[in-house]
């Protein structure tokens, strides 16, 4: 509608400027005296002549009489032309006069044509000047509509593709439902969403997959370890030579699974950013099998658990004990003592071994990823259980602190409790 109207306004003013220019242009130039007026002239000139010093213009016509020798006798103003030379350039309107009807001079009627002329001339030109500034001011109109509603949205939907393109999904597009292209905007932002979406799910999937290579990579470590282990003790109790060349080409088999298996279990995790935690309420007598399994060759002695509800998550607490039993046997190869008691708002777990620890200024770069202690330099491992395991304990709202006992190395671990009791 806006735009009808303004096409209207722009019409009309261009048919005006017609107008004013057809009429212009198709005018008289040529307008002729009041003839009447012209009469009374020269009766009142003829009678007045022997006194023309008292002679009074009774018309609306200005005009000057002349005797025969061009003397002026009479005029009723100055730009009155004061020759016949100069009133037959002018085109006045040269009649002749005398006393009783005889010639004695002229009369020189001022022709207004040209005056009038002028003054239309002006008109018409301050008329054209207004419509053209009209007309001006309509197209401006329009023009700052068409940049409002045409350009400028279409410039959002440039800057809104560039920032899709370079993976901004976040930020909507701004819609004006009033605008020509409301609908196409809609539109545009429905497709961000939906390759928002897309995205996500993408992302979840990537991150579902790595995070199961990064799980199995892991739980097939145990069952790797229990291989070996199981493995050296055949070697150590074997007699004959083909059952120890059997045990020993079993042994390095698995080492050679243990390697690849780390070497997944690092890409894997580099590429993930978060492994995820899902704490929730449960008792503390789930912690008992958590141990016996993480314990797979029977070192430790389980301790009473006492009884509360914890805020923990199975599956990763599971791990985090698996990787501390884990370092346990490949640094220490000792016994393991565990204990269990209540402290604050945490259930603690200590679990000591006797290998002698590790060097006090190494202590803090245990829980680093990649970080060993250099008495593990000869020995096989990513440096990550125990940076996983912190991370897992955090994610709990728990702890895990790293410090060497009396006989060995000591890990404290913080499970958080809830403040109701146990059903």
């Known amino acids: ?67 025969e020798s061009g003397r002026v006798l009479f005029q009723t103003a100055e730009h009155i032309s004061s020759s016949i030379h100069a009133a037959i350039r002018h085109r006045d309107t040269i009649l002749a006069a005398g006393p009783d009807g005889k010639k004695a001079g002229s009369i020189v009627i001022y022709n207004t044509a040209q005056d009038a002329f002028a003054a239309q001339k002006q008109a018409a030109g301050r008329l054209a000047a207004v419509l053209i500034l009209v007309q001006a ?23 809104f593709a560039q920032r899709v393109a370079g993976g901004c999904l976040d930020l909507p597009l701004e819609m004006d439902r009033g605008n020509i292209f409301g609908a196409f905007t809609e539109s545009f932002d429905i497709m961000r969403t939906e390759l928002k979406q897309a995205r996500m799910a993408e992302a979840e999937a990537d991150a579902e997959k790595k995070e199961l290579v990064a799980k199995l990579s892991h739980d097939i470590k145990t069952p790797v370890a229990s291989i070996q282990a199981a493995s050296e003790l055949g070697l150590a109790l074997s007699e004959g030579e083909r059952m120890k060349e059997n045990y020993t080409q079993i042994i390095r088999k698995a ?31 789930v912690l008992g099998e958590l141990l016996e399994n993480a314990d797979y060759l029977h070192r430790a002695r389980m301790p ?23 370092n346990s046997y490949k640094y220490a190869g000792t ?89």
């Open 255 to 285: 080492e050679q699974i243990n390697t690849l298996v780390t070497g997944l279990f690092t890409a894997a995790l580099e590429e993930l950013r978060q492994l995820p935690v899902v704490p929730a309420e449960t008792g503390s007598r």
């Open 137 to 159: 001011a309509v197209i401006a109109v329009h023009a700052v509509y068409l940049e409002q509603r045409f350009v400028k949205p279409f410039q959002r939907l440039k800057h």
């Open 1 to 67: 509608m806006k735009i009808r109207v303004l096409l209207c306004c722009v019409l009309l003013c261009f048919l005006a400027e017609a107008a004013v220019l057809f009429l212009f242009v198709n005018r008289e130039t040529d307008i002729p005296q009041d003839a009447v007026a012209v009469n009374e002239i020269v009766k009142t000139v003829e009678a007045d002549w022997y006194r023309l010093d008292s002679h009074r213009n009774h018309t609306a016509l200005d005009y000057a009489v002349l005797d």
């Open 304 to 326: 009473e658990i006492p009884g509360c509800v914890l805020y923990a998550d199975p599956f990763r607490l599971q791990q985090v004990l698996d990787n501390i039993f884990s």
């Open 335 to 423: 016994d393991i003592r565990v204990q269990a008691y209540a402290e604050n708002r945490y259930l603690i777990l200590e679990i000591e071994d006797s290998g002698g620890g590790v060097q006090q200024d190494e202590i803090p770069l245990l829980k680093e990823k990649f970080r060993r202690g250099s008495n593990a330099q000869h020995m096989e491992g990513a440096g990550l259980g125990l940076y996983i395991s912190d991370y897992f304990m955090r994610e709990m709202d728990g702890t895990l602190d790293v410090q060497n006992g009396k006989d060995g190395l000591r890990v404290r671990i913080g499970i958080a409790r809830c403040s109701r009791q146990p059903s």
